[in-house]
Nanobody
């Protein structure tokens, strides 16, 4: 059974930082593209960024580019989302997901973690 468990969310002031973790079981994080998504209240889920399985290259949404960084620890089978310079509009439930490629469909979704940024 594949499980993706996101953690590390919380309440932080604007300008602060958080690091989210996504621990995978039932799959190897270097065999899949691992993406981060978020959904704010009343809004559709949107992609935040992704790290490819092939070469570890990353892509980001324009709204987070330069502030968020995705990395991967194959030994811990974990993907991270480092979020810096957080803004109130970053408030959302964050999910990690695994798929065949960063531009492809998601195969597995994980449970989310809440991030709240206060102004």
């Amino acid at each position: 059974e594949v499980q993706l468990q996101a953690s590390g969310g919380g309440l932080v002031q604007a300008g602060g930082s958080l690091r989210l973790s996504c621990v995978a079981s039932g799959l190897r994080v270097d065999d899949y593209a691992l993406g981060w998504y978020r959904q704010a209240p009343g809004k559709e889920r949107e992609g935040v960024g992704c790290i490819s399985s092939s070469d570890g290259s990353t892509v980001y949404a324009d709204s987070v580019k330069g502030r968020f960084t995705i990395s991967r620890d194959n030994g811990k089978n974990t993907v991270f989302l480092q979020m810096n310079s957080l803004k109130p509009e970053d408030t959302a439930v964050y999910y990690c997901a695994a798929g065949g490629g960063c531009s492809g469909s998601v195969i597995y979704w994980g449970k989310g973690t809440q991030v709240t940024v206060s102004s």
